[in-house]
């Protein structure tokens, strides 16, 4: 199933009613969802509640338009993209095709190395956290423009130069998505400011003014 970034505006800031009433929204949303084939990930709010980035799963971008219309939610773009994990990306062997390395939407192939290095990275972020005068990280979402044609291994080349440096600023870059053909690239990242994971993209190259910190998931 193709996944799919849909960005919103809420020029009056979005809201999500506490307790069951914001439970009853949500299931409501799922249920009209379901009926066209479409499934909600997850979403991102900004820092300001006026725009969200909704992860979707969906058959085309109609799809998730026709729900988005039903539910009574605003559409301003629907781009499709391909995920890529970083603590899942293995270099494509030695032969190997550039389409082989993409699986389900996502790049890079899962070993149980990589994955015993993740547990290990997050076990150590989470025991830093708790010790006292840790500074409190924050998750952020960036978007990049100009990735026009870029391919599944440009962009891991891309990434891994911020996962090379990425500790200098404490910042984590945790997942990141991208649609060549409009040209866009959005990263998930964690770390105590804005301007830390700014400067992180800039040192490796590819700087971008659009980093907005998310302050409510659903």
Not at 98 to 117: F, K, M, N, P, Q
């Amino acid at each position: 199933m193709p996944r799919y970034i849909v960005e919103r505006s809420f020029p009056e800031g979005f809201e999500l009613p506490y307790g069951q009433a914001g439970v009853d929204v949500c299931r409501g949303v799922v249920g009209v969802n379901e009926d066209l084939g479409v499934t909600w990930i997850h979403s991102y709010v900004r820092d300001d509640r006026r725009s969200t980035f909704c992860v979707y799963d969906a058959p085309n971008p109609e799809a998730i338009r026709r729900a988005a219309g039903r539910n009574g939610l605003p559409v301003d773009r629907i781009t499709r993209v391909t995920v890529l994990d970083p603590y899942f990306y293995t270099p494509s062997p030695a032969g190997d095709d550039l389409e082989s390395v993409v699986v389900d939407g996502h790049i890079g192939r899962s070993t149980d190395d990589v994955v015993a290095r993740q547990t290990e990275a997050q076990r150590r972020r989470s025991a830093s956290t708790r010790q006292e005068g840790a500074v409190p990280m924050a998750k952020f979402m960036d978007v990049h423009d100009g990735f026009f044609g870029v391919t599944a291994e440009q962009l891991a080349e891309a990434h891994n130069r911020d996962l090379a440096i990425q500790g200098d600023e404490d910042v984590v870059y945790e997942q990141a998505w991208l649609d060549p053909e409009a040209g866009k690239v959005f990263c998930l990242a964690t770390g105590p400011s804005r301007e830390a994971v700014m400067r992180i993209h800039e040192r490796a190259g590819h700087p971008t003014p659009q980093v907005y910190e998310i302050t409510v998931e659903v």
